[in-house]
Structure formats: C-alpha cells, structure tokens
DNA sequence: TATAAAACATGACAATTGTCAGTTTTTTTA
DNA sequence: TAAAAAAACTGACAATTGTCATGTTTTATA
C-alpha cells in the first residue's frame, strides 16, 4: 500500500506543509509515486506538465539546451523539493528538463490538486510564493557567478556545493557523485577544460579522486581560490 | 493632490491588478510617490526594505557586486514593474541594488498592505506569484546565455533586447541609452572588450553611433550572430 | 564657455578557455 | 569475464577575452 502523505516527512521542507489536513488528503488520495533510474528523463524542456513532482529520494539535475547544443544545468533538486512548479502556475511548458543524477524516487501530484488549493488557501500560495523567491535569488546569483567568477573558481565553487548540500562518504569522497561532463554543464564550460582544471586541482592537492569519485583534500584552498587569493 | 492608484495604467501591468477595491483605496491612502534622477540610488543590496517601488516612469538597473569589484546587472526594471517584491515576501535583505538609468517616478507602497493583501487575497498572491515565475524563467534564461554564449552573441542579444522593449527615437537610435559600461555589467564582460565589440559592429555596419547613442542598422545579421551563423 | 571629469576608444600583450584529435581508463552489458 | 561502450584524460593549438596603459572625445559643471 502507497505511504500517505501527511505522514511523509519530505513535505516538512517543501511548500505542501502549509497544506490543511484535507488539502493534503486529496493530494495522498491522487498522487501517483514513481520511480526513476539514474539517467532516466522525468519531463523534457517544452512538454506541458499536468502536475508537479515532489522529490522522495535520489537528485535530478534541472537543465536547458542551448542553441549551441549543449545542456546547460541551472539547478540540482534534491530530496524535499517540488519541481515542476513554476510551469503548472504561469501554465506554460516547462522550461527545463528534468533528469535523474541517481536512483530517484518521486510523487507526482496531478496540477488541478495544486492549482485548487492555490486558489483557496492563500497560506499555501504564500508559501509556494516564498519557495519561488528564493529560487529566484539562487538563480541571481548564478548569473553573477556565471560571469563574474572564472571557470577555475566556479568548478571549486560546485564541489563545496556538492560537499556542503550532499556530504562525504566514509572514505570522504563526495556522496553525490557527477561526471565530469555534469560539472562541466553546471559551471557552464568545456568538459574538458573541466576535467583539467579537476587534474589540477588534483596535482595542488585540493581534490582527490577515485574513478568517477572526487573528494575535497583541502578545503581552505579551495575556497581562498574562490574569494580570489 | 496625488494620483489615485486605483486610476494608475501603470497598475494593469503588475501584480497590482488583481488587488480589491478596497485594498487599493488602501495602497492609494499610503503610498508615497518618489522622483528619482539618472544615476540616483532607489536601494542598496544588503539593505532592509520596508516596502515595495512601483515604476511609474523610467528604468531601474538591479544590480548585484561581485567578488572582484564589478557590479552585475541582472536585469533592467520598467515602466509597471513592481520592485522589491521578492525581498518583502521573504522577510530579507534585498540582494539587489536599484539604480535609476535615466530620471524615475515610482510609488513606494508600505510593506504592511503588500504583505496584509498576501495573507487575504488569494487571486493578488497568485499574480504576485505569476510574476515571479516569470522572473525566474528570464533568470533561468540568462543563466544559459551567460554561460553558453560569447561575449559577441551577448551584447548583439542585448541590443535587440533594447530594441523590442524600448524602441527606437525618430532618428533610429535606441531610445534607452545606457552607458558602455552599463551594456558591459549587463552581458557580463569588461568594459573594453564591450566598446572594441561596439565598435567592430559599426565597422561590419551592424549598428550606428552618434556619442553614446546607439542604434541598430542591420539587425539580421545581428540576428544570424546570436543564432550562430 | 573654459575647465574638469567622465565616458569612449585603441594598442599591446597575457591569460583563459574552447576545439579537435586522439589515447587510456573505467564502467556497462552481453 | 570478455567485449563494447562510455567516460576520463592529454596534447597541441587557436580563438576569445581581460588587463594595463594611454589618448581622445563627450559631457557636466563652475
């Protein structure tokens, strides 16, 4: 039998908590849970979504072809978040695609459940209203990043991200493990001008790698290279 | 004697739009119409708002400073433009700064009513909340142009961008007219390298200049440079 | 309107980053 | 576990972009 949601405590960090007990009820009742291999697609840039997709497990990386072809990674969604939102409200297709970094596993709430409450209870709105502003001044500073910061800096930037928000193994490798070409799409360069730079690091003693894996050998480094010493 | 919000053009341009009767007698009774001259400080990032800047007239550059000294603009506010939203929903510092690009009339409107009609009216969160996820989808959009597009792609971009929203004088100049260094902040490069692209431009015949007027004289090719042809 | 200040412009050069063309290693799958 | 596929890696080179230094033009102001 399918959990409910009222017990789930994914939705604790998510705009569902400003639900009522009935709201949420008829969220359990029409939800549908899913779930998705590492490298499997939940939606693609330009398809209409007829719902949201609440994240239970694993990380999905948020991202936009650009016109020279490659895959630009605006964000990572991870356990808590709702995605999909932001194109069941202006009802548009969405802007991003929307691809599985690791075994995932989500609910996906059909949008009339959404856009129901959304007109009756304004506690919930305001709190999707709060989620959407600060994904709007990550996104700020993404774009100050992106042109400001050099690419060194902004891949030593993405792996304290990955530290700070996903951890560290028992041997301190990074728990959540991209390739090479992934970094390359989130700080928005070469793959392999990525994988150099990750060998120079590597070399200075800042990272450590095994296979696929990177681990961060030297913290203080790394971010004096990011504030510019 | 003030102007009435509830008679303001400006207004069906926001989110302002879906306020009741009553709470705009209510905006009206409190607000405080501001002028501001070209180059005049609206706000500061870091600063505490205490309400919101409705722009009645003029354009407003929202800016972030980076790391190394240079200021970012993210993006350009205009005429029904509501600004300082995104900080008054979430209780924080702005994160941007407003800076008039040419002579400004807005309305400040106390934080109190913003935030009362947010708990009360469901239809004015919900267009609050259309905007800003329209925001969002232009932030996403930068954030892949600064990351996937040359220097060159950007500022051809920025000139059309300034082109369709707003327009050209008799004389085919754009009618907004922002310094080398403001155009430079915008697509995110140094400002020599954003006066000798200027410059290429008018010698291939893309733009024209007179002083620091700009105006576009073939505009395919600016186009087919975007695209990458 | 003379003078100062700001903005615009250009050259020379160095640093950063991307592209292409491969090789090697790792991972996946039959 | 062998073969195939994917990912990681490296070198060589070119193109892009930033920096510094300096001169010119435009704009603002006393």
Redesign the pocket.
């Known amino acids: 039998m399918e959990s409910r949601c009222e017990n789930c405590i994914v939705r604790q960090f998510n705009s569902l908590r400003a639900m009522s007990k009935e709201e949420l009820k008829e969220v359990s009742d029409s939800k549908v849970t899913k779930k998705y291999k ?2 499997e697609t939940l939606f693609e840039e330009g398809e209409k979504l007829n719902g949201v997709f609440c994240v239970r497990e694993g990380v999905s990386k948020m991202s936009k072809l650009s016109a ?1 072809g ?1 895959d630009q990674i605006v964000k990572l969604a991870t356990t808590g978040e709702v995605i999909g939102q932001r194109a069941v409200i202006v009802e548009e297709p969405t802007n991003l695609s929307a691809i599985a970094v690791n075994d995932m596993e989500v609910c996906f709430v059909p949008k009339e459940i959404i856009v129901n409450s959304m007109h009756k209870n304004p506690d919930f709105t305001l709190e999707v209203l709060r989620h959407m502003a600060h994904d709007l001044k990550e996104a700020d500073d993404v774009i100050v990043n992106m ?1 400001q ?6 891949i030593a930037e993405a792996f304290l991200y990955l530290k700070n928000n996903y951890g560290v193994d028992e041997e301190g490798y990074l728990s959540l ?8 799409n989130v700080v ?12 120079e690091f ?1 070399k200075k003693g800042y990272l450590k ?5 990177i681990g961060i050998a030297n913290e203080k480094e790394l971010q004096d290279l990011i504030d510019g010493f």
């Open positions: 590492k490298g020279n490659k042109s910061k050099t690419v060194k800096q902004r493990t991209l390739s090479r070409e992934d970094i390359a928005g360069t070469a793959t392999e001008s990525c994988i150099r730079i990750i060998s590597k790698t095994s296979g696929k894996r």
